[in-house]
């Protein structure tokens, strides 16, 4: 029989993506009927979805946490106490991976690599240090753990390449779309347009090698063309030193801004084509977002999304800026917002989140001791 103990979702994260992936597999633990706690980072509760919250277990670690440091050996033994059947961090952030070294020896664990290789960002000598610190803890946790989880084919052979010597304790888990619990609601910046549905949509954090800046140049080129009037909607938090805003010239609208769960969603809803022109990608969580609302993408064609778009049937993939502006041309003369049931009956094949988690448990169950 299936081991029915509890299982342990961890994450070091306090916001963004990662967290709701924490909770995401807590609502599916919940919904296949397993008993789970959601550990996160003290002051992260309030962010947790209200049907888990129950289960969520806030902690305090130190910022620069290690297996060996008291407060992370006293939080493994608080772990090791509730008998779990195995934990699962679904980063390797610091703090994660120093509790997984931990309890690597006494409870079969799981750990969840979203880059193999960091995206390139702007260095300082705080981040320096702190990604040597995170990259020598996750290679620490790479070798004690008993599951290296990746959430593409491109990570797995990018991790296969980095790290041969751990190949055997690697798993594929396709990364679904994370979309919490809310009510959609048009952001209040897009109340003044009219016919807006069937638009493009950028969604996501705005970094440097996110693209944006080909996106907002190929849309202003199209836009020389006054039969071209597809709107482009960028949503997301700006990370990066570049600036974009809006301009009714080009169609285009800037939500450079925290994006709510119930905003998220209406742009999904709404959009007729999300358009992903990163420059590099391990794998993409908004891809799997658009696919759930039976929406189109296109992509660029590099390694960690081109292989997850099937041409003529859920996207389309393009090589350089005159492409991308062809492919959004088609999408100005058959404009429309309604969802393309193929595109939501692949994702249903290929991201269901019950069946991916049920053979994620099997996989670390069967770890031998």
């Excluded at 048009?186 to 493009?200: R, S, V």
């Excluded at 705005?206 to 190929?218: A, C, Q, S, T």
């Excluded at 992903?276 to 969580?285: C, H, M």
Aim: charged share 25%; glycine share 6%; aromatic share 10%.
């Amino acid at each position: 029989m299936p081991d029915s103990k509890k299982v342990i979702i961890f994450t070091a994260l306090n916001h963004g993506g990662i967290l709701q992936l924490a909770n995401q597999m807590a609502i599916t633990l919940k919904s296949i009927g397993r008993e789970f706690s959601l550990y996160v980072p003290v002051g992260s509760k309030n962010k947790c979805v209200d049907e888990v919250l129950d289960s969520v277990v806030e902690y305090n670690l130190p910022k620069f946490s290690f297996s060996a440091e008291k407060r992370t050996r006293e939080l493994a033994a608080e772990i090791i106490k509730s008998d779990p059947s195995c934990f699962i961090a679904v980063d390797d952030a610091i703090k994660a991976s120093a509790i997984v070294s931990a309890l690597s020896k006494r409870i079969k664990c799981g750990i969840v690599i979203h880059d193999v290789n960091p995206h390139p960002q702007k260095k300082t000598l705080y981040k320096e240090i702190s990604e040597f610190i995170r990259k020598t803890l996750a290679k620490q946790a790479y070798r004690r753990v008993g599951r290296v989880i990746l959430l593409s084919e491109n990570s797995y052979r990018i991790f296969c390449k980095c790290y041969p010597q751990y190949v055997r304790k690697t798993v594929i888990f396709p990364l679904g779309a994370h979309v919490m619990p809310a009510s959609p609601i048009m952001p209040e910046e897009l109340n003044k347009y009219k016919d807006l549905d069937g638009f493009a949509l950028f969604f996501g954090r705005i970094d440097e090698y996110k693209g944006v800046d080909r996106l907002v140049r190929v849309q202003a080129e199209n836009c020389l063309d006054k039969k071209y009037t597809l709107p482009l909607v960028i949503a997301g938090k700006k990370l990066s030193g570049e600036h974009f805003e809006t301009s009714d010239k080009d169609h285009t609208v800037c939500l450079t801004r925290f994006i709510s769960d119930g905003e998220m969603i209406w742009l999904f809803q709404h959009c007729g084509v999300v358009v992903l022109p990163y420059y590099e990608a391990s794998q993409s969580g908004v891809l799997p977002i658009a696919y759930k609302y039976g929406k189109p993408v296109i992509v660029s064609n590099i390694n960690g999304l081109q292989e997850l778009v099937i041409e003529d049937r859920t996207g389309s993939v393009f090589k350089d800026d005159a492409e991308l502006g062809r492919l959004l041309r088609t999408y100005n003369i058959n404009r429309s917002g309604k969802e393309n049931q193929e595109i939501s009956e692949y994702y249903n094949e290929t991201y269901d989140w019950n069946k991916n988690v049920l053979i994620l448990l099997e996989r670390i169950l069967e770890i031998n001791e």
